[in-house]
Structures are given as C-alpha cells and as structure tokens.
C-alpha cells in the first residue's frame, strides 16, 4: 500500500548552493546543441535570418 504524505516546507529556511553546478549535458544532446549553433551561424553568415524573432 503507498501512503501518501504532504509535508510543508518553510522557505524561509531553504537555502540554495551556490556553488551547485548545472547538470552536463549528455553528449548526442551536445552534438545536436553544436550542430544548431552551427546551422544558425552559417544562417546568419548567408543573410537569412528572417527566421529569428
């Protein structure tokens, strides 16, 4: 049987580190991010960019 508990959180209390890093990206999702930035530059470098806001 699961029990389901609520607890409250006083957030006054809650402290965040600020030392905690972002978490790494997993490396297809790196590639597919250097691979976009890539495709916008050569984008930008031909003159069409109509597609950015």
């Given at each position: 049987?699961?029990?389901?508990?609520?607890?409250?959180?006083?957030?006054?209390?809650?402290?965040?580190?600020?030392?905690?890093?972002?978490?790494?990206?997993?490396?297809?999702?790196?590639?597919?991010?250097?691979?976009?930035?890539r495709t916008i530059e050569e984008l930008r470098k031909s003159g069409?960019?109509?597609?950015?806001?």
């Open positions: 049987m699961k029990t389901t508990e609520k607890k409250l959180v006083d957030l006054s209390r809650v402290k965040v580190d600020p030392n905690m890093k972002r978490h790494k990206l997993s490396p297809s999702m790196e590639k597919k991010v250097e691979e976009a930035k069409k960019n109509d597609f950015l806001f």
